[in-house]
Nanobody, 123 residues
Framework: QVQLVESGGGLVQAGGSLRLSCAAS????????MGWFRQAPGKEREFVAA????????YYADSVKGRFTISRDNAKNTVHLQMNSLKPEDTALYYC????????????????WGQGTQVTVSS
């Protein structure tokens, strides 16, 4: 069983930056692909970014490509999401998730989820 705890959310003005972190415990971190998802009020949970087990292969939703960067540190059991040039439409609850697949982009491909961290971008 893998436990995931997100941190780093907050309130930021449009154009600003935030760095989300996710700390994992209870499993062999390097054996999981990791992802970030987000869910805005009244909307479905959507894919943001994913990274392969080794950290060599990132994968992004078109809406964040060029603005967000996902990374992982297998020695520290952490995954990060650097978010730059934030827009009001990035406002959502952001979730960290782990998959037994090497790399995945669908909600139903992920097996473990954190509780989420709120990101609010003001205009």
């Amino acid at each position: 069983q893998v436990q995931l705890v997100e941190s780093g959310g907050g309130l930021v003005q449009a154009g600003g930056s935030l760095r989300l972190s996710c700390a994992a415990s209870g499993g062999t971190f390097s054996s999981y692909g990791m992802g970030w998802f987000r869910q805005a009020p009244g909307k479905e949970r959507e894919f943001v970014a994913a990274i392969s087990r080794s950290g060599l292969t990132p994968y992004y939703a078109d809406s964040v490509k060029g603005r967000f960067t996902i990374s992982r540190d297998n020695a520290k059991n952490t995954v990060h999401l650097q978010m730059n040039s934030l827009k009001p439409e990035d406002t959502a609850l952001y979730y960290c998730a782990a998959t037994r697949a090497v790399l995945a982009g669908m909600v139903n491909e992920y097996h473990y989820w954190g509780q989420g961290t709120q990101v609010t971008v003001s205009s």
